[in-house]
């Protein structure tokens, strides 16, 4: 009944946010020099990595991720963009431990709120949030 919805829902936010992944670069385009910083150790795990908290999403996943969001309900991001990054984070570190879909939904229905969802935004909404989430977020969860 509504798991056939859900599992549409959720593959056509995934083919929408991947869709801005493949397009290929203008010929105009120049690379970006990227600064990179020496960590002390390469191969430790910082304390996000142990908990299963992956890095925030920059450059165009971040652009990506909260565009969708906002065309779902624009109340989730709600111009507060730090927050929904940091609950799409919280929300990948729940994943790595519950593999029932069912519960993920709910998990998400949890944390993210709005000033008129205070409850969640639905089990249809919160599914297209999960969707977002693991497509710009946490790919491997």
């Not at 869709?19 to 020099?33: K, Q």
């Not at 600064?35 to 652009?63: I, L, M, W, Y």
């Not at 993920?104 to 709005?114: D, N, P, S």
């Not at 639905?122 to 946490?138: D, E, F, M, Y």
């Amino acid at each position: 009944m509504r798991t056939p919805q859900i599992a549409t829902l959720l593959a056509t936010v995934t083919l929408l946010a991947l869709t801005g992944c493949t397009s290929e670069p203008e010929a105009d385009a120049r690379p970006t020099p990227v600064a990179t910083t020496p960590s002390a150790s390469p191969t430790a795990a910082g304390p996000a990595d142990a908990a299963g908290v992956p890095p925030e999403p920059t450059g165009e996943k971040r652009v990506i991720y909260l565009a969708t969001l906002g065309g779902i309900d624009p109340e989730i991001v709600n111009g507060d963009d730090d927050r929904a990054i940091s609950r799409g984070r919280d929300q990948c570190a729940a994943m790595k431990d519950e593999k029932d879909p069912t519960q993920r939904v709910a998990q998400v229905e949890q944390r993210f709120t709005g000033p008129g969802h205070p409850n969640g935004f639905g089990p249809t909404k919160s599914a297209l949030i999960l969707a977002t989430v693991q497509a710009n977020i946490c790919p491997t969860y």
